[in-house]
């Protein structure tokens, strides 16, 4: 369940990127671009482009929301996707959750962006000054608001302001850059062959310039304030899955800034020169190439983003002073005694051969030492037997156990009888959900 | 590439002090975690570290024997979780809460609290 999860977070984030990048793209590039230009066949060709490219941005927008939207239910509920149609979960989910608010404003936005969609890339394209304005806001909003059902919303105080607000900026910021990068190569592809378009080619480049300029800066200072609120540490940044997965997304991030200095830097003052019309040339096509480059690296980012949404922060990790990330196939119990704390992680969480792995924890979240500790897992089924077996300490303090074969799917009981050095019992019991394989 | 180098350094040094949440964990409750209360409470009430989803959130409150002795759906505001709770005579009793946060993640966990009567 969880990586259809990540599939429909990828592409809804993509999807919705391109929609917003596009109109971003026409209200405060290409329209402004063919001020003064000859409007006529080639405007209409673009615009005809675009048009496709957002129609089917925002159908897949709509219809991946829409998985994202099930499969969340479905979490949030505890139930399996089978029952959630026939018991009234998805209109809880929708009326009664914060997740499910957003969705509903996100649906109705997107329906509206798609009514601005049709005069704006028109034939003619847009007559009125105050579509643009409608058609910016309402893509800014379709795009912002997928904040609001991440891991940005739900803290209090400062943090529950900032964090929002970093994070809408963050994606807006996102649209205008990555997701203009398509419509930018599909214009360098088409204008700028012949000197009637070369003109329009050039102001359309140096206005992407400049939008790229404000969207990487405003990227780069709010993704150091989300950074700041979900990854918990340096070593959560080296030791969690979550904190490895953000510093290969901030490598391709700046692999992406790495091609467009060279872009600004390099080839738009070679394309806007009016010396060589070879180099002109080359220049253009070097930046419709390098828009494609950097498209794909905006994918792979986006994929990274996907998953990072379905992992714990690495603050989990400072939090709970566990051994690492919670893997997401693995099913975590947090078990709460008078003497100690045990996490308790199973992986996979399913039925079959999995291992067993326990960190013992005082009340001060330090590794609570013992000298044997002893794990038995019961079946939901009534009369079963439980499965005990003898665990091995590593050298971080956390028990292992290989190799135990789970046979049926429901809550079973985890126990953890660790010997302490004191010579008393800690005794821990817990159920643990176990999903069918 | 040695630009790409320094960036990359330069952002992961600038983000190490850090202070964070998401996800709903058990923050601490009332009565406390494994405590020994002298009279019974009247209430159990969990703060959890992130703001709760009424709709999915639970707890269940049992006696030794297994038997619930919460009244029912907990009221939630905010971070908080409470349940009112029957009248509870002296013995061990077994917290298990489900929390779903409105980042929409969900968390579970137990622990117990004894009333000792004295």
């Known amino acids: 369940m969880p990586s ?9 984030f993509a999807a919705t990127i391109m929609a917003a990048g596009i109109v971003f793209f026409a209200v405060c590039i290409f329209e402004p671009a063919l001020r003064g230009a000859p409007s006529g066949a080639l405007a209409a060709t673009l615009r005809r482009r675009f048009a496709w490219s957002a129609w089917i941005s925002l159908a897949f927008c709509v219809l991946s929301g829409a998985s994202w939207f099930v499969l969340t239910a479905t979490s949030m509920s505890g139930q399996p996707l089978s029952q959630i149609y026939s018991q009234d979960v998805l209109w809880t989910v929708l009326s009664q959750t914060d997740f499910g608010n957003d969705w509903f404003v996100r649906l109705v936005v997107a329906c509206a962006l798609g009514g601005t969609i049709v005069p704006l890339l028109s034939k003619n394209g847009p007559t009125s000054p105050s579509l643009k304005t409608i058609a910016a806001v309402l893509a800014a909003a379709l795009v912002g608001s997928l904040a609001f059902a991440g891991h940005a919303i739900g803290a209090e105080g400062a943090e529950g302001i900032i964090h929002p607000v970093a994070d809408v900026l963050h994606l807006i910021a996102a649209a205008a850059w990555a997701g203009s990068l398509v419509p930018l190569a599909l214009l360098l592809a088409t204008a700028g062959q012949d000197s009637t378009s070369l003109g329009m080619a050039r102001t359309a480049t140096l206005r992407f310039s400049t939008l790229g300029i404000v969207s990487v800066a405003t990227l780069l200072v709010t993704g150091i304030v989300n950074t700041w609120y979900l990854a918990g540490s340096i070593d959560a940044l080296t030791e969690t899955d979550y904190g490895r997965l953000l510093v290969i997304k901030i490598v391709l ?17 070679r394309l806007v020169a009016d010396e060589n019309a070879k180099a002109t040339q080359r220049a253009r096509r070097a930046l419709c190439r390098n828009a494609t480059i950097e498209t794909a690296l905006g994918a792979a980012v986006l994929a990274i983003v996907a998953a990072l949404g379905t992992l714990p922060p690495g603050n989990h990790l400072t939090q709970h002073a566990a051994a690492g990330a919670i893997p997401a196939d693995a099913s975590f119990q947090h078990i709460h005694g008078e003497h100690g704390m045990a996490d308790v992680t199973i992986e996979p969480g399913h039925v079959g051969t999995v291992s067993a792995a326990v960190h013992l924890l005082n009340e001060d979240l330090d590794t609570l030492v013992a000298r044997q500790l ?4 019961t079946a939901p089924t009534p009369g079963s037997k439980p499965i005990t077996r003898s665990a091995i300490v590593d050298a971080d303090g956390t028990w292992h156990v290989g190799g135990i074969a789970l046979t049926a799917p429901g809550n079973w009981t985890v126990a953890v009888d660790a010997l302490l050095p004191s010579g008393k019992h800690l005794k821990l019991a817990a159920p643990i959900v176990i999903d069918p394989k | 590439m040695r630009l790409l180098i320094a960036f990359t350094t330069a952002a992961i040094v600038i983000l190490a002090p850090v202070v964070a949440s998401a996800h709903a964990h058990l923050d601490h409750a009332s009565p406390p975690v494994g405590a020994t209360v002298s009279t019974a409470p009247h209430d159990l009430t969990i703060w959890f570290t992130q703001n709760l989803e009424p709709a999915f959130s639970t707890v269940a409150v049992t006696d030794s024997a297994g038997a619930r002795v919460d009244e029912g759906k907990p009221r939630i505001n905010g971070n908080t979780m409470s349940a009112a709770l029957k009248v509870l005579s002296p013995g061990t009793y077994h917290v298990h809460w489900h929390a779903v946060s409105v980042d929409t993640h969900t968390t579970q966990g137990d622990f117990t609290f004894t009333v000792s009567g004295k």
């Open chain 1, 4 to 12: 259809l999860l990540i599939y429909a977070r990828a592409v809804h």
């Open chain 1, 253 to 269: 991030f700046f692999a992406m800034v790495g091609v467009a200095a060279i872009n600004r830097l390099r080839l738009t003052p």
């Open chain 1, 374 to 377: 002893t794990l038995a897992l």
